[in-house]
């Protein structure tokens, strides 16, 4: 069984910092790729970064520059991070973490992040 424990939402002012986390734990064999995506009000889920087991990241063109995603690997624990920066408040939506593993794709619960003054 799989498990993604995100954490690092909240609320912040435009213009303003946050990093989210997510652990991945479990029964995992090969990691093929991990990431972030969000979904705003009314919205579909759409991509914001993901990162390959190689190293290769890939972002969303809109979100180039301003949102960085790195990993960690620790006693076999993956993490998933996401510094964004310079926040908008249309980057105000709940970002959900993804595992892509063993060809099958695994969800987090999803964390808010709120922009607003």
């Known amino acids: 069984q799989v498990q993604l424990v995100e954490s690092g939402g909240g609320l912040v002012q435009p213009g303003g910092s946050l990093r989210l986390s997510c652990a991945a734990s479990?029964?995992?064999?090969?990691?093929?790729?991990m990431g972030w995506y969000r979904e705003a009000p009314g919205k579909e889920r759409e991509l914001v970064a993901t990162?390959?087991?190689?190293?290769?990241?890939?972002?969303a063109d809109s979100l180039k520059g301003r949102f960085t995603i790195s990993i960690s690997r620790d006693n076999a624990k993956n993490t998933v991070y996401l510094h964004m920066n310079s926040l908008k408040p249309e980057d105000t939506a709940v970002y959900y973490c993804?595992?892509?593993?063993?060809?099958?794709?695994?969800w987090g619960q999803g964390t808010q992040v709120t922009v607003s003054s």
């Open positions: 479990g029964s995992i064999f090969k990691i093929h790729r």
């Open positions: 990162i390959n087991s190689d190293g290769y990241t890939n972002y």
């Open positions: 993804n595992l892509y593993a063993s060809y099958e794709n695994f």
